[in-house]
């Protein structure tokens, strides 16, 4: 196997006016299921976009198996692609989508791989009925037949699980773990870390067009897990003993008081959940509320977006 | 160069529009024209002559300019609206050869529109003088024109967010104003190409820029080098 990855972006940046969408991102992308994680607007669509060769770097180079995807189109024959948005032709039959794209990838017998990837995707039986009577879940999963049928080794899935329902979405993801298993690249990206927790094992973090995180996707979870959180109790009283106690107990780095509640930021939230129940017994506080502050995915990204700057990148 | 099932799928997708149901009843309006002509024009009437500014001042700077310029733009620019021109470009396909396709696809639809029009209103004009030279210099001229403005909206489309603007100000204020008066101005207007064809057979209106052969080459120029356009902004614009 060539030692050339399958995705190779280089300082690649991508502004449109004054928006920068995707800025100064360095990374490298081989086999396996790799997971594109950020908010919406963060610039997944955009690097999917630059990986496919629909849109080029303003600066920087993006380069599949080596090459310039918008100048080598016969690189396209290793590619399939699952944009956002763009359900396939609506007068067409499912399988006649998949055989025309097929076709065009000149597979050798576009038929039977129409079939097999409809067959795979779970469509088989209403193959033969127009896409523009599907649902979206079904439309989505005639994107996916569509950038299976030339067996390519980089599949570019854009939130392919948008739409489908739950035993759907188990579906899809076995499928990209047995292509992942096959050794071929898959990249996927969503805004829901826990899909993308179960859909790759490595992953990228965007935030506002920046690679904020890159790696083992369990390793991203526990840094988010263990990143220092702020905790909203309301008690009876004033809660000054208990905040008191738990000062003393370690667990928590600050208090503040606010509106008749408490609010505590720990960087250990596991110990401040083992430690408040005890602590609350023994200088005898009634807990009426425990909520966690800007506990959101937003502010998760902001945190990692934080962290990178931090660490300069 | 011609892709069969990208030339099948884009001609399919045109007739199935219902703009095209409009289009088609622009491109039946001279066979409206030529109805009441014959119906109310005395027997020494100048049959010709009538057919004549039908064709060269009508029908090919205005009906089938219009017909052409939205089909053509349609061909590519509706696909790059819904984004379903994601699925070809993501194929091993030469860019030139999908350009093509869509413009071979665009001008097929334009003249399924346009030459019934134009034969019908040529018998219901001339009637028992029509004969295949009064005919086939006008569809020639008509079809290669049509050529060129579906080359020109297939580029506009992918050069522009408001391909239909740009071309309708073309045709109105370039073709249809500034070329009429400057001679010079009339070597850019495909319509005054067409026309040169027309003229072969059919004299009366204004002198064409150039004679026939010239016209044919111009005009198939402008289609190549349009399509070659096209194929290169395929690779440089976001899609």
Redesign the interface.
């Known amino acids: 196997m060539s030692d050339v990855p399958a995705i190779e972006f280089a300082g690649v940046s991508r502004w449109y006016g004054d928006t920068v969408a995707v800025a100064d991102v360095s990374f490298a992308v081989g086999p396996g299921v790799t997971g594109l994680l950020g908010h919406n607007g963060a610039g997944k669509s955009t690097t999917l ?1 630059l990986c ?5 770097p303003s600066a920087g180079a993006v380069r599949i198996f080596g090459v310039e995807p ?2 080598n ?5 290793r ?3 699952v ?1 956002d ?5 609506p ?2 039959t499912a399988h006649e ?1 998949v055989e ?2 097929a ?4 597979v050798a017998d576009p038929g039977a791989a129409a079939a097999r990837a409809l067959d795979i995707v779970g469509l088989a039986d209403v193959a033969g009925r127009k896409v523009g009577g599907y649902s979206h879940g079904m439309r989505q999963r005639v994107k996916l037949a ?1 950038a299976l049928a030339h067996d390519p080794d980089l599949l570019l899935l854009d939130e392919p699980l948008n739409g489908l329902d739950p035993a759907q979405r188990r579906e899809i993801i076995a499928v990209l773990h047995r292509l992942g298993d096959e050794g071929r690249t898959v990249i996927v990206s969503s805004h829901v870390l826990h899909e993308v927790e179960r859909m790759a094992p490595q992953v990228l973090v965007l935030v506002n067009g920046h690679l904020v995180a890159e790696g083992q996707t369990s390793a991203i979870r526990q840094l988010i897990s263990e990143r220092p959180r702020t905790i909203r109790v309301a008690a009876g009283g004033d809660g000054r003993p208990l905040a008191g106690a738990l000062v003393d107990s370690g667990a928590v780095d600050a208090v503040r008081f606010e509106d008749g509640a408490v609010e505590f930021e720990t960087a250990d939230v596991d110990g401040f959940s083992r430690a408040l129940p005890a602590l609350a017994r023994r200088t005898d506080t009634l807990i009426r509320r425990v909520e966690p502050v800007g506990d959101d995915l937003e502010s998760v990204y902001a945190y990692l977006h934080e962290r990178a700057r931090g660490a300069g990148r | 160069m011609i892709i069969g099932p990208v030339y099948r799928l884009t001609l399919r997708a045109l007739l199935l529009q219902r703009r095209t149901i409009l289009l088609a009843l622009l491109a039946a309006a001279p066979v409206v024209m030529a109805l009441v002509y014959a119906l109310a024009a005395s027997a020494d009437a100048h049959h010709f002559r009538f057919y004549s500014h039908l064709v060269q001042d009508l029908f090919i700077p205005t009906i089938a300019a219009v017909v052409a310029l939205v089909i053509g733009v349609s061909a590519i620019g509706d696909e790059r609206e819904d984004g379903t021109i994601y699925y070809l470009v993501a194929t091993p396909q030469s860019r030139i050869g999908l350009i093509a396709t869509k413009v071979a696809a665009a001008w097929t639809a334009t003249l399924l529109l346009l030459v019934p029009s134009l034969v019908i209103s040529a018998l219901l004009i001339l009637k028992g003088a029509a004969d295949a030279s009064s005919i086939l210099w006008p569809v020639a001229g008509v079809a290669l024109a049509t050529l060129a403005y579906c080359g020109v909206a297939g580029w506009l489309s992918l050069r522009t967010r408001r391909p239909i603007v740009i071309g309708v100000l073309y045709i109105l204020l370039w073709e249809g104003s500034i070329a009429t008066f400057a001679a010079s101005a009339s070597k850019l207007s495909i319509a005054a190409y067409g026309r040169a064809l027309v003229a072969e057979r059919l004299p009366e209106a204004a002198a064409p820029v150039v004679g026939p052969a010239p016209a044919v080459v111009i005009l198939i120029a402008a289609a190549a080098i349009t399509c070659w356009l096209g194929a290169r902004a395929l690779v440089r614009v976001e899609l």
């Open positions: 976009k496919a060769g629909f849109t080029s918008r100048r189109p016969s690189v396209y024959g590619i399939g692609v944009p948005q763009s359900p396939p032709w007068f067409l989508v025309l794209v076709r065009l990838h000149r569509q």
